[in-house]
């Protein structure tokens, strides 16, 4: 089975600020999907970004960028240049490449706060 | 149309009523996900429906009904609910097999039950 850690429960960081936040995953699959959501006070989740872990190359979403680490089996999000509608929690997910039943495992979720 | 549509956004329940949840989507998805996620916590999967038939129950309570009347709509009945089933009912839909694309999810129904 696969297992999702964010072992942060929240993070703050300054508005125009970087922050980085840390995800680790457990999986003896070879090939999968990393994913970042966003759920802002208004509930939706929001797919921030997305990684294959057969592509060697960080995914980057204007100012959102990960650290994919297959091998540390770490997958961490970046954000630039934060701005206040950044605030929101923030859920790292696996899922399986393949499979009629695949589906996602989440982290537990982190907290950021933008401060004005 | 790229969205995962949940009515009603907000319900208030008694432990002896019945109501039901929906969820639509027109994306030509052909899975359709139920989640139930409590404040600060990670969604947790309640139901799977692949090509409308159910193919996965995450041994969730009889109180909770599913149902797949088409490829776009998701239905949730609720009857007899705790307390403890106050939550927020997230509707999720995606490609089978799944893609890297992930899941699309709807911005939930918040059910308070009383």
């Known amino acids: 089975a696969q297992t999702v850690t964010q072992s942060q429960p929240e993070m703050s960081v300054q508005e125009a600020e970087t922050v980085t936040l840390s995800c680790t995953y457990d999986?003896?699959?070879?090939?999968?999907?990393l994913f970042w959501y966003k759920q802002p006070p208004s509930r939706q989740m929001i797919l921030v970004i997305r990684?294959?872990?057969?592509?060697?190359q960080n995914a980057t979403e204007n100012r959102f960028s990960v650290n994919f680490q297959k091998a540390a089996k770490s997958f961490s999000l970046k954000i630039s240049d934060s701005q206040l509608g950044d605030t929101a929690m923030y859920f790292c997910?696996?899922?399986?490449?393949?499979?009629?039943?695949?589906?996602?495992?989440f982290g537990k979720g982190i907290t950021l706060s933008v401060r004005p | 149309d790229t969205e995962v549509t949940q009515t009603p956004k907000h319900l208030v329940m008694g432990m002896t009523n019945k109501k039901s949840l929906k969820c639509e989507q027109h994306?030509?998805?052909?899975?359709m996900y139920w989640y139930k996620q409590k404040a600060k916590k990670p969604p947790e999967l309640m139901f799977v429906?692949?090509?409308?038939?159910?193919?996965i129950n995450e041994s969730v309570p009889s109180r909770f009904s599913p149902e797949c009347p088409n490829s776009s709509l998701l239905n949730l009945h609720l009857h007899a609910l705790q307390p403890e089933d106050s939550a927020l009912y997230l509707c999720?839909?995606?490609?089978?097999?799944?893609?890297?694309?992930?899941?699309?999810f709807g911005s939930g129904t918040r059910l308070t039950v009383v």
């Open positions: 999986t003896s699959e070879n090939n999968y999907y």
């Open positions: 429906y692949s090509y409308e038939k159910l193919s």
């Open positions: 997910a696996f899922m399986n490449h393949t499979g009629a039943n695949s589906k996602l495992t």
């Open positions: 999720a839909s995606s490609q089978v097999p799944l893609t890297g694309n992930g899941y699309t």
């Open positions: 990684q294959e872990a057969y592509k060697q």
């Open positions: 994306m030509g998805h052909r899975a």
